[in-house]
């Protein structure tokens, strides 16, 4: 790592720390002085949760082939963050939620995540280790087919109200999402690769984009850490637009003055 | 007791966090702290292999689950079940040229027919989308993708106006729309990351 950029990861970093150190204290003494833009698949995340209770159907959450000891460590976490907040709503249902990943590493995260989920309500003991199901796939860069498909039949044998794909997927995803939309299931799905974001944004039922797949806890919970984590990253783009416009304009600048 | 194991975990990854960032940075230049670094990076990927056997256990145990009480699906279970065990059995008495021509017969030929249908899905996705509501943003969508679709046909001679479209399309807007979407998925990792290291992240803490 050359100089430059090992000072640029140590000031974003500080930056970062800093922020959220700060933001975590605000939020805690005054929520509502953050107010959350509004995510259309957020609001949408509880109404396919309530129609799974009323249906007595499972809901389904993907980490795709998110997992944890790689690149895609946070976008696991975020995942799970999303397994927590769903869980914690769905406690009262008959039936449990389905969580599928091709990484094998998901499986700890997504079952300790399923247990708080159950825990905040006081309904531990009915968390069932085969809502956990681990997909087998020869992960590419982006995703799998194989681990597609196999969602694709499990979506129909499981009989499942509506699917939230968050995580890893490229363009097989399309295999998915016209599988749900077939059978008339809602599906929130959003991914960090570039062609299954692309997808997801014309095939899913509500996408997520981008970063907002990493602010589940801010939106469908009531934690000040991950309200702070969510406008801490707001921060950081602001400051990163400023530094990207001041940099532009030095450059005209220079050229200007330099004729 | 449970908060004094949560307090222990929070610290124990704050400490191997910061250090293996600390060795990460600094490189071989910081001696013990690199080589330190290099050996949990080293546990981390022992860790993951364990974490294969504990998906085994999980596909095992819930698709004998589903034969023995004959759930939906059963017909999908017992071939699932025979497949991996014949795998494994395959591995462990050293067969690896079966192997990997179970591998290069049935699943690159399964997948390289599921890709085919990928195809129609996208098509018929990209038709559904204006059927399921005119937006301007869908209307741009349906746009772009059909210039971009245009653009590609083979047998286009020269600079045609559908190709210095599309051109620009891909270097100008959908390039700044890449880069838009990677830099904000970036900065929620960093500030994902800062919050594991800050002990904040609610795997920890819970």
Redesign the interface.
């Known amino acids: 790592m050359d100089t430059t950029t090992r000072t640029l990861t140590i000031v974003i970093l500080v930056v970062a720390f800093v922020a959220l150190a700060v933001l975590t204290q605000f939020a805690r003494r005054r929520r509502a002085a953050y107010p959350l833009r509004m995510i259309a698949a957020y609001e949408a995340i509880p109404l396919l949760i309530g129609e799974s209770i009323e249906s007595a159907r499972p809901f389904h959450v993907s980490f795709g082939s998110a997992g944890i000891g790689g690149l895609r460590t946070a976008l696991a976490l975020a995942s799970a963050e999303m397994v927590v907040q769903t869980a914690r709503r769905a406690a009262i249902s008959p039936t449990a939620p389905l969580i599928t990943g091709s990484d094998a590493s998901f499986l700890p995260l997504a079952g300790g995540a399923l247990l708080r989920g159950y825990a905040a309500r006081g309904r531990a003991d009915r968390v069932s280790p085969t809502s956990l199901r681990w997909i087998p796939a020869l992960n590419g860069s982006s995703g799998s087919l194989a681990f597609a498909a196999a969602l694709t039949g499990m979506i129909g044998v499981e009989r499942v109200s509506g699917s939230i794909l968050v995580g890893t997927y490229g363009a097989e995803i399309a295999l998915v999402l016209d599988a749900a939309t077939r059978g008339g299931r809602a599906v929130v799905a959003g991914s960090d690769n570039l062609v299954g974001q692309a997808v997801a944004y014309g095939m899913a039922t509500t996408p997520l984009i981008g970063e907002e797949m990493f602010v589940a806890g801010a939106y469908l919970g009531d934690d000040a850490g991950t309200l702070a984590g969510a406008v801490a990253t707001d921060t950081l783009r602001w400051l990163l637009v400023g530094g990207m416009i001041a940099a532009i304009s030095f450059v005209i600048a220079s050229r200007l003055a330099g004729g | 007791m449970r908060r004094l194991l949560g307090v222990l975990a929070i610290a124990l990854v704050i400490g191997f966090g910061l250090l293996t960032?600390i060795g990460?940075?600094?490189?071989r230049d910081s001696g013990i702290v690199y080589d330190a670094t290099m050996f949990f990076l080293q546990i981390?990927?022992i860790?993951?292999g364990v974490?294969?056997l504990?998906?085994?256990l999980?596909?095992y145990?819930?698709h004998i689950?589903r034969v023995v009480t004959r759930g939906?699906?059963l017909g999908?279970s017992i071939v699932l079940l025979v497949a991996a065990s014949l795998v494994l059995i395959l591995w462990l008495t050293g067969q690896d040229a079966s192997n990997r021509a179970l591998l290069e017969t049935v699943?690159v030929a399964?997948?390289s027919a599921?890709?085919g249908?990928?195809f129609f899905?996208?098509v018929?996705?990209?038709y559904?989308?204006m059927r399921r509501g005119v937006t301007v943003s869908g209307i741009v969508?349906t746009i772009v993708?059909l210039i971009v679709l245009l653009g590609a046909l083979p047998g286009q001679r020269g600079d045609t106006m559908i190709t210095s479209v599309r051109a620009w399309l891909l270097s100008v807007p959908v390039s700044a729309g890449?880069r838009?979407?990677?830099?904000?998925?970036a900065?929620?990792?960093?500030?994902?990351?800062?919050?594991?290291?800050?002990g904040?992240?609610?795997?920890l803490?819970?």
């Open positions: 960032l990460l940075l600094t490189g981390t990927a860790t993951l974490a294969v504990i998906g085994l999980n596909l145990n819930v689950r939906r699906g999908y699943q399964l997948e599921l890709g249908l990928v899905a996208l018929y996705g990209a559904r989308l969508f993708l890449e838009g979407l990677l830099l904000g998925i900065l929620a990792t960093v500030v994902t990351g800062v919050r594991v290291l800050a904040q992240d609610r795997n803490r819970d």
